[in-house]
């Protein structure tokens, strides 16, 4: 009986070494060989799109008409020192986006927008500053068709004399891409004074044709209207930092437009 005991103490303190020992290859083996990977951006499309890297799916798949913000996890089998990111629409098959990544790219960010069936980039927003407001706009004329770049000016409207107050412009910004941030003071449209007189004033987003100040829509079937004819914006008096995607609306030959994103 003493000698059964003494082999089975035996016994288990060599398990217990082997599971330590075990445990710790384990963790010399693979502690470096697993792959982050951050997928930011905005599927636009009506699809329902799927992520794989290599042969393995990402758990959730990209909405359509969403915005998406995922991160997965690649353990790179011995031997293996790159791989393939591959988005693709659900129903059809289309190939979205095909990268290679290599092991030493480990916790990559990919941002990327996918809209009307082609693929860009997504820019981030910059950091919300206080008493600033910081604007990022695509605009996509989808009725005009019109294919020149333009300038997004953003001011104020005074409504008594009706004059038009520049305050920050992104120039010469061609349609589908997006324009680098427009960053201006965060200011009131409460009743103010402008040359002595009492006034309300209107926080609008003019669209010019580029290094102009004629409105785009001059020389097409729409006119536009120095109040209602705005892109999307945000409240003037409040800091923020936004992005918007906008295309065009008219309503009857008063050009309008419609925000596909507010993010």
Do not use: H
């Amino acid at each position: 009986m003493k000698l059964n005991k003494f082999y089975l103490i035996c016994l288990c303190t060599m398990l217990l070494a082997f599971t330590a020992c075990n445990k710790g290859d384990q963790d010399f083996l693979y502690k470096d060989e697993l792959f982050g990977i951050n997928l930011i951006g905005y599927n636009a499309s009506n699809e329902e799109l799927t992520v794989k890297l290599d042969t393995t799916d990402f758990v959730t798949p990209l909405q359509p008409n969403s915005r998406f913000e995922s991160t997965t996890a690649y353990t790179f089998r011995p031997n293996e020192n790159r791989i393939k990111l591959r988005v693709a629409e659900k129903i059809s098959g289309k190939l979205v986006l095909e990268k290679e990544l290599k092991k030493e790219d480990a916790g990559i960010k990919i941002n990327f927008l996918y809209i009307d069936g082609r693929i860009s980039s997504m820019p981030e927003k910059p950091a919300v500053e206080e008493g600033k407001l910081k604007l990022i706009y695509m605009f996509q004329p989808t009725t005009t068709n019109y294919t020149e770049p333009v300038d997004f000016v953003v001011g104020k409207y005074y409504l008594v004399p009706k004059v038009f107050e520049e305050l920050g412009r992104a120039k010469n910004v061609k349609p589908y891409e997006f324009c680098a941030p427009i960053t201006l003071p965060t200011f009131s449209t409460a009743s103010q004074e402008y040359n002595g007189v009492k006034t309300t004033a209107s926080f609008v987003v003019r669209i010019y044709k580029a290094g102009t100040d004629i409105p785009y829509t001059d020389g097409t079937a729409y006119l536009w209207n120095p109040l209602s004819s705005t892109a999307p914006k945000p409240s003037s008096s409040t800091p923020s930092s936004k992005l918007y995607i906008f295309s065009e609306a008219p309503s009857g030959s008063m050009m309008r437009f419609f925000t596909r994103l507010d993010q």
